[in-house]
């Protein structure tokens, strides 16, 4: 009987077996597009190469993965040792070590938005370099003379400004600087109008915003780059991006925050009713004064007369008593004379207040027309049958147009 022989077996080197279980691997449809959920830790971030080289774990295992520069740029957020995230990549070996691997093309933070990561990460970076320091910030002018506005010319952002602006402060001239606001040209933009303001001095406060919106909306205000500039601006700069509830990096930089554009055009210029005011009661307080020190000079001097008459001889009495009379209507006639000099000032300036009052305006036979809740400044902005509200300055009324 014949002994049975048996067939030699097939030697192969390392080399050939990571290349064969690597090809397995790759030819994996299941394994070229997985999504995977885990905790960042020894993460290694090469600044010279742009590669990320990082492990994902869980409760009961991990896995190496690689994030390669090209797909590392387009990360919108720093990852960090200890944070959870949904990486999607595709599973290979590297045959070189022996160790499959994950390489990821793209990686998301688990529960909290990549937008959300990043903004919390720039703000901390500029609060450590100081560029938020309130000892920094610059006060906003009482009185300006211009205002200049960093937003979007179509947005309802600049008609609210535009129309506080000229109501509550028509002696302020305002400058547009029309920019976009949204999308990945607006940063440059901003920075643009910031530096452009600076250059010509063109303006005593700047107003920048626009309106609410999400957080990919007001994306162009958390830029870098943009709050250097505000940062190094002269000229105060007052944040009005979105509505109250919104913050962006903007709003920490800029010398004020306002909630809402229409606040910032508030807090920019003062109101000239309260100034009419408070002139009148400044007018009435020096009269008070001017009153008090009559009042005070002219006990003085019957004072010093009664003390005269007390004690000196009659002809020293007279003599005195006649220095005296004509001091008091000298000092009278000075103060008489101040007093109505800024009466005058105070006149003049309560005219020129009374001459921008609306109302003045209505009062000599004027009246203003509007169609909803906007002013009617051309006859191209009407049609046959539209209704109008002309106002008076006693009231209003109610027409149609005819033809």
Same mark, same amino acid.
């Given at each position: =009987?014949?002994?049975?022989?048996?067939?030699?077996?097939?030697?192969?080197?390392?080399?050939? %077996?990571?290349?064969?279980?690597?090809?397995?691997?790759?030819?994996?449809?299941?394994? =070229? #597009?997985?999504?995977?959920?885990?905790?960042?830790?020894?993460?290694?971030?090469?600044?010279?190469?742009?590669?990320?080289?990082?492990? %994902?774990?869980?409760?009961?295992?991990?896995?190496?993965?690689? /994030?390669?520069?090209?797909? !590392?740029?387009?990360?919108?957020?720093?990852?960090?040792? $200890? /944070?959870?995230?949904?990486?999607? $990549?595709?599973?290979?070996?590297?045959?070189?070590? &022996?160790?499959?691997?994950?390489?990821?093309?793209?990686?998301?933070?688990?529960?909290?938005?990549?937008?959300?990561?990043?903004?919390?990460?720039?703000?901390?970076? %500029?609060?450590?370099?100081?560029?938020?320091?309130?000892?920094?910030?610059?006060?906003?002018?009482?009185?300006?003379?211009?205002?200049?506005? *960093?937003?979007?010319?179509?947005?309802?952002?600049?008609?609210?400004?535009? #129309?506080?602006?000229?109501?509550?402060?028509?002696?302020?001239? *305002?400058?547009?600087?029309?920019?976009?606001?949204?999308?990945? /040209?607006?940063?440059?933009?901003?920075?643009?109008?910031?530096?452009?303001?600076?250059?010509?001095?063109?303006?005593?406060?700047?107003? *920048?915003?626009?309106?609410?919106?999400?957080?990919?909306?007001?994306?162009?205000?958390?830029?870098? #780059? %943009?709050?250097?500039?505000?940062?190094?601006?002269?000229?105060?700069? *007052?944040?009005?991006?979105?509505?109250?509830?919104?913050?962006?990096?903007?709003?920490?930089?800029?010398?004020?925050?306002?909630?809402?554009?229409?606040?910032?055009? @508030?807090?920019?210029?003062?109101?000239?009713?309260?100034?009419?005011?408070?002139?009148?009661?400044?007018?009435?307080?020096?009269?008070?004064? =001017?009153?008090?020190?009559?009042?005070?000079? #002219? !006990?003085?001097?019957?004072?010093?007369?009664?003390? =005269?008459?007390?004690?000196?001889?009659?002809?020293?009495?007279?003599?005195?008593?006649?220095?005296?009379?004509?001091?008091?209507?000298?000092?009278?006639?000075?103060?008489?004379?101040?007093?109505?000099?800024? !009466?005058? $000032?105070?006149?003049?300036?309560?005219?020129?207040?009374?001459?921008?009052?609306?109302?003045?305006?209505?009062?000599?036979?004027?009246?203003?027309?509007?169609?909803?809740?906007? +002013?009617?400044?051309?006859?191209?902005?009407?049609?046959? &049958?539209?209704?109008?509200?002309?106002?008076?300055?006693?009231? @209003?009324?109610?027409?149609?147009? +005819?033809?």
């Amino acid at each position: =009987m014949e002994t049975p022989q048996f067939a030699k077996p097939r030697i192969i080197s390392i080399s050939q %077996l990571n290349y064969y279980v690597k090809s397995l691997l790759d030819n994996d449809a299941r394994l =070229m #597009n997985v999504f995977v959920t885990g905790e960042i830790s020894n993460l290694t971030d090469h600044y010279r190469s742009g590669h990320i080289y990082f492990s %994902l774990k869980d409760e009961r295992a991990v896995v190496r993965a690689v /994030m390669f520069a090209g797909n !590392a740029r387009n990360l919108r957020f720093k990852p960090q040792e $200890g /944070m959870k995230v949904i990486a999607r $990549g595709r599973v290979s070996l590297y045959e070189a070590t &022996g160790g499959y691997q994950l390489y990821v093309e793209d990686m998301q933070p688990d529960g909290i938005g990549a937008l959300t990561i990043q903004f919390e990460q720039l703000k901390k970076k %500029l609060e450590e370099k100081g560029v938020f320091d309130p000892a920094h910030k610059k006060q906003i002018p009482k009185f300006p003379k211009t205002v200049g506005v *960093i937003t979007s010319p179509t947005g309802a952002a600049v008609q609210d400004i535009r #129309n506080i602006i000229t109501r509550r402060y028509p002696l302020a001239d *305002i400058v547009l600087c029309p920019v976009l606001v949204q999308g990945n /040209m607006a940063p440059a933009q901003l920075i643009n109008a910031v530096n452009l303001f600076n250059e010509y001095d063109c303006a005593d406060v700047l107003i *920048i915003g626009r309106g609410g919106g999400s957080i990919e909306d007001l994306w162009a205000f958390n830029d870098e #780059n %943009l709050a250097y500039a505000i940062y190094a601006s002269n000229i105060p700069v *007052i944040s009005a991006v979105g509505h109250e509830t919104d913050f962006t990096i903007c709003d920490f930089v800029s010398d004020l925050r306002a909630p809402t554009p229409s606040a910032a055009a @508030e807090l920019a210029v003062p109101d000239i009713v309260e100034l009419r005011g408070y002139f009148d009661s400044q007018k009435q307080y020096l009269s008070s004064i =001017m009153d008090s020190k009559a009042a005070l000079l #002219n !006990a003085r001097y019957k004072n010093a007369a009664a003390s =005269m008459d007390a004690h000196s001889p009659q002809r020293r009495y007279e003599s005195i008593k006649n220095q005296l009379s004509l001091n008091a209507e000298k000092a009278k006639t000075a103060f008489n004379n101040k007093f109505t000099s800024q !009466a005058e $000032g105070l006149n003049q300036i309560a005219s020129k207040l009374e001459a921008l009052n609306p109302v003045s305006v209505l009062k000599r036979g004027f009246a203003y027309a509007s169609k909803g809740n906007k +002013v009617v400044i051309s006859s191209k902005e009407l049609k046959a &049958g539209d209704t109008l509200r002309l106002t008076f300055h006693d009231g @209003e009324v109610n027409t149609k147009v +005819v033809d």
